[in-house]
């Protein structure tokens, strides 16, 4: 369920205004890759409308941890030009809603331990920081149809909903 007007479900009608949106900074063939997991249930994605654009989107993971309570949220990106305007506040509260009408009551996320915007929006929003920083290895579609491995130290943060 969520509340807010301008968030929604994706569906892939979308990828063309995501691309706009989020070009550079991500690859068309990346964006096509997390509809294919959605279709294959992996995740749910969110987009938040902005006059007719799609300024950012955010994604949910289905499954809960083993303590049958703990969503992920990940996949958060708004636009370049799109920010500093309340956005990611925005699509991560829609998910803290849906999670909650969903029956669920905790959210856990992982970030890059240098993306400093990214840290500064969680503890705002009251996901605090658990265990040790760890290293993470995902992988990312490009546009020439390979893909490419990152790696990065993150920090595992955690919000108690409700
Ligand atoms: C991180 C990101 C999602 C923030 O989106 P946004 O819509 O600009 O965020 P909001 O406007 O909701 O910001 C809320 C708060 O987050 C913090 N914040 C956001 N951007 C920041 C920045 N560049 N530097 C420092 N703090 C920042 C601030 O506390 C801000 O509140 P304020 O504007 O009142 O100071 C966006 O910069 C982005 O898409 N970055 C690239 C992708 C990414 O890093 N995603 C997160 C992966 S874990």
């Known amino acids: ?15 063309a205004a995501l691309v706009q949106s989020l070009a550079p900074e991500l690859a068309r063939a ?27 989107t955010i994604s949910i993971d289905p499954g809960v941890d083993r303590d ?3 969503h992920r949220l990940f996949a958060l990106d708004v636009g370049q030009r799109f920010r500093r305007q309340g956005f990611a506040t925005q699509l991560i509260r829609a998910v803290e809603e849906h999670v ?3 029956g669920h009551t905790t959210l856990r996320l992982d970030v890059a ?8 929006l969680y503890k705002k929003l009251g996901y ?3 265990g040790e920083p ?4 995902w992988s ?7 893909s490419e491995v990152i790696v990065d130290t993150c920090q595992r943060m955690v919000k108690r909903l409700g």
């Not at 331990?113 to 500064?120: H, L, V």
């Not at 760890?134 to 290895?137: I, K, S, Y």
């Open 1 to 15: 369920m969520i509340n807010a007007s301008n968030i929604r479900a994706a569906t892939e009608s979308d990828l």
């Open 30 to 56: 990346q964006l096509k890759n997390r509809f294919t997991e959605q279709r294959a249930g992996f995740r749910l994605i969110l987009v938040l409308e902005h006059k007719n654009e799609l300024a950012g």
């Open 68 to 70: 049958g309570f703990t």
């Open 100 to 102: 909650l009408a969903d």
């Open 113 to 120: 331990i240098d993306n400093t915007a990214a840290i500064n």
């Open 128 to 130: 605090e920081p658990v």
């Open 134 to 137: 760890t290293r993470l290895q």
């Open 140 to 146: 990312i579609q490009t546009d020439g149809g390979s």
